[in-house]
């Protein structure tokens, strides 16, 4: 009896476009990596967070087809599936496809989310990194995140946690930043400061230094530096708002240090040339 040979499994799916994850900092495009910036010129469709700037968008062929992808805390945001579904039809398509990203892709940008999803499908993703708001928040105003004397180390943190997860335990975290001299990098804390102050509190002095810096890099750039247990009262003074970082811990003494040595520059220079 003759037996029909089963049939032959359909090819793999190939992919004859690509897919990048670019970093696009926080911001001021001078902060991009030339890694980055090679990026965006060579794409042919650009999917574009919310947070990332016209001008560095700017940077794209006039050919390429950019479509907005916003996603930001307490907005209408373009749902995650769809904008992966979006990546997987452009590369399908063919295209040289960038996820521009605010930030790093790999620091609460989803970027993890999204690499999975496509090599699941069978895609090989490049991810370039970019500077985090983090990072840059702090050195805007001339104050390390780490510093021999004042921090061992630092903790990037995120003060939103996703629907149906009980998010940080900020108690021990504040034990642990306490007993290990760290510094906190609290990204989307804003709506949730009074929380974060109250719990952080039990664990960390009141008169722990923090500042909160909005828009970090860009020219409308606002900050307030304050203490742990002035920390929702400074916020609501200011009228700071999303996106902002939040930092706690010793570090931030150094921007007072920066603002005076910044203040008494001017009149150094004076005797210099005066003398």
Known sequence: MKTTPPPASPPPATFQGTCTLVGAGPGDPELLTLK????????????VDD???D???????????IVYVGKRGGCKSTPQAFIEKLMLMAVNEGEN????????????????????????????????????????????LG????????????VFVTGHAKPGDAGTDWRQLATTARDAKLTLVIYMGVSGAAHIEHELLTGLPASTPVAIIQHASLPHQ??????????????????????SVIVVGDVVHGVAAAASAA?????????RVSG
């Open 222 to 243: 606002r900050h307030a530096v304050a203490t742990l247990g002035t920390l929702q009262a400074t916020i609501a003074r200011e009228g700071l708002a999303s996106p």
């Open 36 to 47: 980055a910036l090679k990026a965006i010129q060579a794409a042919t469709v650009l999917l």
């Open 55 to 65: 001008a560095i968008v700017a940077h794209a062929s006039p050919t390429a087809r």
């Open 51 to 53: 947070l990332v700037s």
């Open 97 to 140: 496809v960038v996820r521009l990203k605010g930030g790093d892709p790999f620091i609460f940008g989803r970027g993890g989310e999204e690499v999975e999803h496509l090599r699941a499908a069978g895609v090989q993703v490049t991810v370039i990194n970019g500077i985090t708001a983090g990072l840059a928040g702090l050195t805007s």
């Open 263 to 271: 203040d008494a520059a001017p009149a150094a220079t004076k005797r």
């Open 143 to 154: 104050a390390p995140l780490t510093h021999r004397a004042h921090a061992h180390g630092v």
